[in-house]
Structure formats: structure tokens, C-alpha cells
């Protein structure tokens, strides 16, 4: 059976023949020459207008062996991203007398810019690849085999605990941020089982946020991801008038690398 593209070629091989007077035995017998001439004329002709994307991103790989003090890198941007780092770096963004950013610290900025100014002391055998992207088109997503640093350890942290009440104020929960580590505070709750002779006492980040207070019921509060630095303390007491009823109280949160 013919395919469809031999049925095509014989046509055009056909209609040469017609136009130039010359048998189709004649065509085939002289068809590499006939190839040839196509891919020469080929060669000659222009290459079409391919429509060419945009590119939303830059790549500056910084030497940090040098040293720099506010040097300006002039580009538009609204993203910069640091692709790997492994020595300090800080950098100014749009006016060099703007707050420094460290960026072993913070590994992705968005925000409009048109200047970058990067300062850092100098660093034998230290490097850094910054990525600036434009046009609110251009992200990155760290994968497993990428910058190791971007991955942070966290340890849940959840603190329930129960007591007697006394006449005297007592530890109900007690979070101390452990050393080298950022707390990120989620959720206090509170409860008793007689709530008309309990009082507790709140301390979030070594603050006092009220003390003798009476609850009509359990109650559960809310945090926005409140950071607390290593060593401070959060903490629920609770008493009660001296009858032994038992107070509840709970902790939620994490810790994380500082």
C-alpha cells in the first residue's frame, strides 16, 4: 500500500515533469542532483521571524574575596534571589543609605527596585549567585539537590499540663526558647474545672500579658506566628482559692535555627 507522503511526492515529481517537459523515469534517474539543488536553495533563504521570548531573569555571580562597601549593581527588578551563598553578604536595596539585608539570612526579596547595593568584607574563597527576576513572572523553587542552607529544621513544640490549684500562683506550662533557636508562638489555651474560683497568669516572651484574670470558659487563643528570641519564656499559671480543683493549660508552637 502507498502512504499518503509517497502519493504526495509522486504528484510533485509528476508536476515537475509536466512543467519542464521531462519524463518522470528522467526526474527519479536524476534525483540526487534534485536534492541538492533543494537543500542549496534551502541555505540561501532567510530565516524566518520566530517570535522571541522575553527574558525575565538575570544571574550575577558575586566574588566575595573582594571587598565592597555599598557597590551599586544598577538593574530594574521586583525578585532577587539568592541561589547560593556561603559567606556574608548584605545588600541595600534602590538607595545605598537604606537598611542593610542579610542575605545568609534572608534567601528571597520581593519588591519593585532599580539598584542593588551590595556590601561585604573581604572573603577568601567565598562566592555568591544572586538571581533577579522582573515582571512578577520569575520564582524559584528550591529543590532537595539546591542550597542546603534554605532548609531549616523546626521542632514542634506542644506543652500540656494539668494541676491542682492552690491559694498560690503555679507553673501550669512553661516554654523556654532553647538556645540557638527562634520560638514561633501558635496557640495558649486554658481551662478549669471550676472557673468561678481560678485565676490565671499569662507571660508570652518574658511580657506579662495579664495576671488575676477569671475566665467564664475554656479559652483559646490565637497567635500570629509570634517570633521569641532564645531564652524568654512563655508561660501559664494558675490558682485558685484554695479549694484543690484541677486548671488546664497548653502551649502550641516551634522552634527553629536562628
Known sequence: MISGGEILTLALLYSIGKK???????????MPQLIELIKSIEARMPSPNLPTMPKYYEVYPIDLSTARDKEAIIITGDNLLVQDIN?????????????????????QIKTPFD???LTNEAQSGCSATLIVGRGAF????????GTPQLIKPETAISLLNKIVGTASYQDIVKWVVSPGKVGVLSKV???SDSYSITEFRLVVNDIEVWTDMELPSSLTLS???????????????????????????DITGKERPA
Do not use: C, H
Open 138 to 145: 520569575f520564582e524559584t523553587i528550591v529543590s532537595e539537590a
Open 189 to 191: 489555651e486554658m481551662a
Open 115 to 117: 539598584a542593588l547595593y
Open 20 to 30: 519542464t517537459g521531462t519524463s518522470l523515469s528522467e526526474i527519479t534517474e536524476n
Open 87 to 107: 559567606g556574608s553578604l548584605t545588600v541595600r536595596i534602590n538607595q545605598p543609605d537604606y537598611d542593610a539585608l542579610d542575605l545568609m539570612k534572608i534567601r
Open 223 to 249: 497567635f500570629p506566628d509570634i517570633l521569641i528570641r532564645e531564652g524568654k519564656t512563655t508561660l501559664v499559671q494558675g490558682r485558685t482559692n484554695g479549694i484543690e480543683k484541677v486548671i488546664w493549660a
